[in-house]
T-cell receptor, first 113, second 115 residues
Framework: SQTIHQWPATLVQPVGSPLSLECTVEGTSNPNLYWYRQAAGRGLQLLFYSVGIGQISSEVPQNLSASRPQDRQFILSSKKLLLSDSGFYLC????????????FGSGTRLTVV | KQEVTQIPAALSVPEGENLVLNCSFTDSAIYNLQWFRQDPGKGLTSLLLIQSSQREQTSGRLNASLDKSSGRSTLYIAASQPGDSATYLCAVRPINTGTASKLTFGTGTRLQVTL
């Protein structure tokens, strides 16, 4: 069966420090991968998605970047964190077959101080 | 642009009641609709996935219906329990967003089931 792993679960980082969040998927190949952010009391905002290795699409301009160095690995990064980057970050995967649903990771709570 | 709305935004019911959560969407060109549950500080757990050609799906005490032509879905929870307390999100997978087919999420319904 397919599983998705996301880490770390929580992270407290000072302003201006770098960020790296990792997400991996097991049990499938060539998944579509997604990074979402959920600010406190707000809805889910799609940040990046990828349909293949090295293929990254950005939904909103921001202080973050994403990379997909391997088929089942998706990384969210920042060179210098801002206070506004605080939030709950969720990774998700879906099949390229459009009748599939999405499966989400357990999330990373990022607090920038 | 697809918009997804959920009513009510919050709901509190006593244990044992049957309840209905509503989800409406503006564009019926969808592949499927998915209901999720989110506990505080946790990720999203998929509850039910309904394809556009289906009318309903059932899992245990949960039943989700889909009326694509009217842009509506309902999630029915039978015999509610305190453990059902969570935020419930619906999301549609639109047809017109390319191979990535990005989900559009609703605003969520926060459910509290009291003893």
């Amino acid at each position: 069966s397919q599983t998705i792993h996301q880490w770390p679960a929580t992270l407290v980082q000072p302003v201006g420090s770098p960020l790296s969040l990792e997400c991996t998927v097991e049990g499938t190949s060539n998944p579509n991968l997604y990074w979402y952010r959920q600010a406190a009391g707000r809805g889910l905002q799609l940040l990046f998605y990828s349909v293949g290795i090295g293929q990254i699409s950005s939904e909103v301009p921001q202080n973050l970047s994403a990379s997909r160095p391997q088929d089942r690995q998706f990384i969210l990064s920042s060179k210098k964190l801002l206070l506004s980057d605080s939030g709950f970050y969720l990774c998700a995967w879906s099949s390229g077959r459009l009748n599939y649903g999405y499966t989400f990771g357990s999330g990373t709570r990022l607090t920038v101080v | 642009k697809q918009e997804v709305t959920q009513i009510p935004a919050a709901l509190s019911v006593p244990e044992g009641e049957n309840l209905v959560l509503n989800c409406s969407f503006t564009d019926s060109a969808i592949y499927n609709l998915q209901w999720f549950r989110q506990d505080p500080g946790k990720g999203l757990t998929s509850l039910l996935l309904i394809q556009s050609s289906q009318r309903e799906q059932t899992s245990g005490r949960l039943n989700a219906s889909l009326d694509k032509s009217s842009g509506r879905s309902t999630l029915y929870i039978a015999a509610s329990q305190p453990g059902d307390s969570a935020t419930y999100l619906c999301a549609v997978r639109p047809i017109n967003t390319g191979t990535a087919s990005k989900l559009t999420f609703g605003t969520g319904t926060r459910l509290q089931v009291t003893l």
